[in-house]
């Protein structure tokens, strides 16, 4: 397999620090089979890019992914879901005309201070979406009103590994008391167990970014560190 390595950039969780990723670089018609590899050793996808950090003074960036089969909500994340369950959800095969105006809402409400600000519709496109791996979206409506979509990837190796990837979650920000970004999750790791696949990926969590410490919420998780996956099942004392 080649790889390369891009320049050195800003890095978007971790201020006065520079990043570089190591990008998959080949082209062939079994990225999406290639890609269920490249997970589980710390990839991730943006757009049509397979990636990973690659920085030569840091290793913050550590992937984090939810065993399915032995997830069980916390005390307050059963609150969520009992205040949640009015709320309809359904899955769709491609994006539709309201996913814009609410990541719009979304990005200048919540995110302000990072990459994906000011919002647009060319980046909000080139971010989602991937030919060789055409994302679901898991959609939360309040009545008549889309409130939340978790765009996620399907990871399929056969028998091998089976997993849901969560790309990325937008929600209105309206509906704070909701707690949408951590039901969306639960959502994912719901259809997630019904078919029966192994994990679902969160992407990176990094211990000084405060955005990313949701990822450690979820019991039991595993992160990827030292080229290895360790499990936690509990808050550390």
Not at 183 to 195: L, P, S
């Amino acid at each position: 397999m080649r790889f390369g390595i891009t320049q050195s950039f800003d890095c978007s969780y971790l201020p006065n620090q520079q990043e570089q990723l190591l990008v998959y670089a080949e082209s062939d018609n079994q990225l999406a089979w290639r890609y269920g590899q490249l997970i589980q050793v710390g990839f991730r996808r943006s757009g049509e890019q397979i990636y990973r950090p690659h920085c030569p003074d840091c290793h913050a960036c550590e992937s984090v992914r939810v065993p399915v089969a032995t997830f069980r909500p916390s005390k307050s994340q059963k609150r969520i879901l009992n205040r949640n369950q009015h709320f309809v959800v359904t899955s769709a095969k491609s994006a539709n005309h309201l996913y814009y105006p609410l990541y719009e809402k979304y990005i200048c409400a919540r995110h302000t201070d990072g990459s994906m600000y000011p919002p647009s519709s060319e980046q909000f496109e080139n971010f989602i979406l991937c030919e060789w791996k055409r994302p679901q979206f898991i959609e939360a409506y309040d009545g008549d009103t889309l409130i939340a979509v978790a765009v996620t990837d399907t990871i399929d190796n056969g028998e091998e590994h089976q997993a849901l990837s969560a790309l990325y979650t937008f929600y209105d920000p309206d509906y704070h008391s909701s707690s949408l970004g951590t039901w969306m999750i639960m959502m994912q790791i719901e259809q997630a167990k019904q078919q029966e696949r192994d994990f679902v990926y969160l992407g990176y969590y990094v211990e000084e970014c405060q955005k990313m410490s949701y990822k450690h919420n979820f019991f039991p998780y595993e992160q990827f560190s030292g080229n290895k996956w360790h499990r936690f099942d509990k808050k550390p004392a």
